[in-house]
C-alpha cells in the first residue's frame, strides 16, 4: 500500500516493529531497490544490509533520487548539517546532490565534531558554513577548521581562496593607469 510515497512497514503499533535480521554478505544480483531514505540500493539485500536498524523499507522506485536529479541546484540556506560520510554541508540538498547516488545521510552534527577533538588542539569550531579553500586544494567548513587541521596534522596548510575548492574564483586586480 503507497499514499503520497508513504509505504506500509509493518501492520500494528510501530514500538512493536519486529529487529530486522541484518545480512552479513549480498550476491551481485543487480535489481535496483528505492529506500524510504531516498537512496537507491544495488538489491533488497544490499538495502537491508547498508541500512540495518534503520527502519528502511522499499517504496516505488519514483521516490528516489536518480542520476537525473544529480545537478540540482540548491538553495543557500545554511542548516550546518553532519553527513554519515563525517563531513559537513552546508544544508539537506547539498549532501544529497554531492553524494548523488551513494548511502549518505544526517546524523548528529557532534559526529561530525569529534573528529576535530585532538590532543594539543582542543578548540570547538563554530557551525557556521562558510567556506575555505586551502592550499591543499580541500574545502575547509570555515577558517576554525583549517586551523584545526594544522594543529591536528602538524601541517601548514593556508587559505588558498575564499570558497569551495574547485569553484571559479574572482580575483581582485589591480591595475596602474
Known amino acids: 500500500m503507497v499514499t503520497k510515497g508513504v509505504t506500509l512497514a509493518h501492520q500494528g503499533n510501530c514500538s512493536t516493529l519486529a529487529d530486522e535480521l541484518c545480512p552479513n554478505e549480498c550476491s551481485e544480483e543487480d535489481k535496483p531497490v528505492c529506500g ?21 523499507v522499499s517504496v516505488p522506485l519514483q521516490h528516489c533520487r536518480t542520476t537525473e536529479k544529480c545537478n540540482e541546484v540548491c538553495g543557500e540556506q545554511r542548516e550546518f548539517i553532519c553527513g554519515s560520510d563525517n563531513k559537513f554541508y552546508r544544508n539537506q540538498c547539498e549532501m544529497k546532490r554531492d553524494n548523488c547516488g551513494k548511502h549518505i545521510y544526517v546524523v548528529p552534527i557532534k559526529r561530525c565534531l569529534a573528529g576535530f577533538m585532538f590532543r594539543g588542539c582542543q578548540k570547538i569550531c563554530p557551525t557556521y558554513y562558510d567556506p575555505i579553500c586551502g592550499t591543499d586544494r580541500k ?39
Open 36 to 56: 524510504s531514505d531516498g537512496n537507491v540500493y544495488r538489491s533488497q539485500c544490499q538495502m537491508k544490509k547498508d541500512t540495518c536498524g534503520q527502519k528502511v
Open 139 to 177: 574545502t575547509y567548513s570555515n577558517d576554525c577548521f583549517l586551523e584545526m587541521e594544522n594543529c591536528r596534522s602538524r601541517s601548514l596548510v593556508s587559505k588558498r581562496h575564499h570558497g569551495k575548492c574547485g569553484q571559479p574564483v574572482n580575483e581582485a586586480k589591480n591595475y596602474i593607469y
